[in-house]
């Protein structure tokens, strides 16, 4: 393969993107500037291997990355010009980190000469991200020479791998570059360079794999004596959520533990996997009583800690002995218990020999009441005809299509979802950012998500959309389907369940924040699709089937302090119910 570079820049580019290529890159969204040129006239070239796309705001689109990246469980590539145009990706590089995802983030910049001088858009970029990075570099300027073409192969490649091991999360590279920045002579004679240059062999060896260590470890002794014993199925997105589900069912069935399954955990998608799946658990928590003599012994956690508070207060009060079963080297116990952390996944965990016969009465108690909360949750939501905001992620978990990828907004979505999300067996793949749990990037992470992928729904409320309303300009980019579920209540929900919400001023003015926006009017503005939901019947027959193409916002109206009254009201008298 033979290229005619005219200068050095586009040599160097060239390189980078054909690395990148060839271990495996599918999408690299470049976001417009000077300073970046090489590389986004390199990473043009790539195309169709690569999927290229031109977003205008840095933060939409570092988002947009990181949904397209959550989807495919592989690394999407960020390209920014110098300036501050790099720091509006802080917010997703800090997700990425938080919520392991891979992320390469290449920042162009300008050369050590003209930093510190006052030069335009020139700003420090060393270790921009603080922290954050599982890695990060500065390259040298471009060289024409081929030892050094080498040096940059090299270190792409292992870019590459610090964004998927030891754990995913994002890395960061600044690339300095000389005038000129466009493919324009830059006087330096190429030619012996190029005559060296044979591709097959520069390249030969490279592969998009990388040796992960993996280790087995057998169920301890004490577990399988142990008859008051749960597991805990926390947030989870796990690119074979079958497989997931079905080593939890396996270590549940040998164990006989109750599965205690976050509504943001997949088991709740797979439910026949797993018959003794819990997922009313914050409501029975509730239950004084109850909550005594359900207090476990031991405590098996996969991944993080569900969302509930009452959960997790339930955890702090009666001290259980736990492990934690993560293959990140994180600390994943909030709650500083009497924890031990298992570096593996859960499918790496044996799960062997004969386990334990009979039903203890501990898990069938557990059986019992679910059956009973269940029911009464379902009977409820399922005759209610209000438009009360938490029966719109109950109906979602009994109407999309299956397999359907569903991103859900942070705030009350996502404790709507943990509430009432009705296990079912559908497989749909439900995503988030609760790695952070920031309301910023809603719209282009969901929109990253849905990219060249099945149609795809969004659960949110009206200010997490407004935050990222920006996410609208890609648009003409994307290609797919995304059904966004607005719940507006004109204002933040979350607040209204907090005790700041009882003082009134300065509550509606500085926590409930109602923007009194006309969404019908903000859509016609990007030219998105929106109706206006008016009853339940009406929401059902939008989801299910999906459209193939476009954006659309169906809308539904409901009234935050009302429904923040109907929880506080329920919620507790669901517990309350219960026949002991």
């Keep these: 393969m033979s290229i005619a570079y005219s200068n050095v820049n586009q040599l160097w580019a060239d390189i980078l993107t054909q690395t990148l290529k ?40 570092a988002f947009f990355a990181l949904g397209q990246a959550k989807a495919s469980g592989k690394p999407a590539v960020l390209v920014c010009t110098s300036g501050t145009a790099g720091a509006n990706f802080y917010p997703a590089v800090i997700e990425a980190r938080e919520s392991r995802v891979p992320l390469l983030i290449l920042t162009a910049d300008r050369p050590p000469e003209l930093r510190d001088c006052h030069s335009g858009q020139t700003i420090d970029q060393l270790k921009l991200y603080g922290g954050y990075p599982n890695w990060q570099t500065e390259l040298t300027l471009p060289i024409a020479d081929m030892g050094m073409l080498g040096y940059l192969r090299q270190t792409i490649i292992h870019a590459w791998e610090r964004t998927q091991i030891p754990s995913p999360g994002p890395v960061h590279l600044n690339i300095p570059l000389r005038d000129p920045l466009a493919p324009v002579p830059d006087g330096i ?76 955990s997949p088991l709740r998608n797979y439910a026949h996997l797993n018959p003794d799946l819990i997922s009313t658990y914050d409501l029975i928590l509730r239950h004084p009583q109850l909550s005594k ?173 407004l935050h990222d309303t920006n996410g609208f300009l890609i648009r003409n980019k994307f290609i797919g389907h995304l059904t966004i579920l607005l719940i507006n209540n004109n204002g933040g929900g979350i607040f209204e369940m907090l005790p700041i919400a009882k003082f009134n001023p300065p509550f509606e003015e500085f926590f409930g924040t109602p923007q009194d926006i006309d969404f019908a009017q903000l859509c016609a503005t990007y030219s998105v699709e929106h109706e206006l939901i008016n009853n339940w019947e009406q929401l059902q027959q939008k989801l299910n089937p999906l459209p193939t193409q476009g954006i659309r916002v169906l809308e539904l109206r409901t009234n935050r302090a009302h429904d923040a009254q109907w929880r506080r009201e329920n919620l507790q008298q669901f517990a309350n119910n219960i026949k002991c």
């Design 293 to 465: 003599e359900l207090a476990p012994t031991m405590v098996i956690q996969v991944g993080e800690m569900p969302t509930s508070k009452e959960l997790r207060n339930w955890i702090n009060a009666t001290q259980p002995r736990r492990w934690v079963i993560d293959p990140s080297d994180q600390n994943l116990d909030p709650l500083h218990g009497k924890t031990t952390h298992l570096r593996i996944s859960i499918e790496e965990l044996e799960v062997g020999g004969q386990g334990r016969e009979s039903i203890p009465e501990y898990l069938q108690l557990w059986c019992d009441v679910e059956a009973q909360v269940r029911t009464a949750v379902d009977r409820t939501l399922g005759t209610m005809a209000e438009l009360f905001e938490g029966k719109a992620a109950w109906l979602l978990s009994q109407t999309l299509p299956p397999g359907t990828p569903l991103f859900i907004a942070n705030s009350m979505p996502v404790r709507d979802v943990e509430f009432f999300w009705q296990p079912n067996n559908l497989g749909v793949r439900s995503h988030f950012n609760r790695g952070a749990n920031g309301i910023d990037g809603t719209l282009s992470t969901a929109l990253g998500i849905a990219h060249h992928n099945q149609s795809a729904v969004m659960l949110t409320g009206d200010l997490a959309l």
């Design 22 to 61: 060839r271990l495996g890159l599918a999408c690299a969204v470049i976001c417009p500037g000077s300073r970046s040129t090489p590389l986004a006239v390199a990473f043009a070239a790539q195309r169709p291997d690569i999927d290229v796309i031109s977003i205008l705001d840095e933060r939409s689109a």
């Design 189 to 264: 004679d190429l030619s012996d360079l190029q005559s060296q240059l044979n591709f097959v062999e520069f390249f030969a060896g490279l592969t998009n794999t990388f040796p992960i260590p993996h280790s087995r470890y057998p169920i301890p002794d004490e577990w399988l004596q142990c008859d008051r014993g749960i597991i805990i199925a926390g947030v989870a997105q796990p690119q074979q959520p079958q497989d997931y589900c079905r080593a939890i069912a396996r270590l549940s069935q040998t164990l006989k533990w109750p599965v205690l399954a976050e509504g943001l």
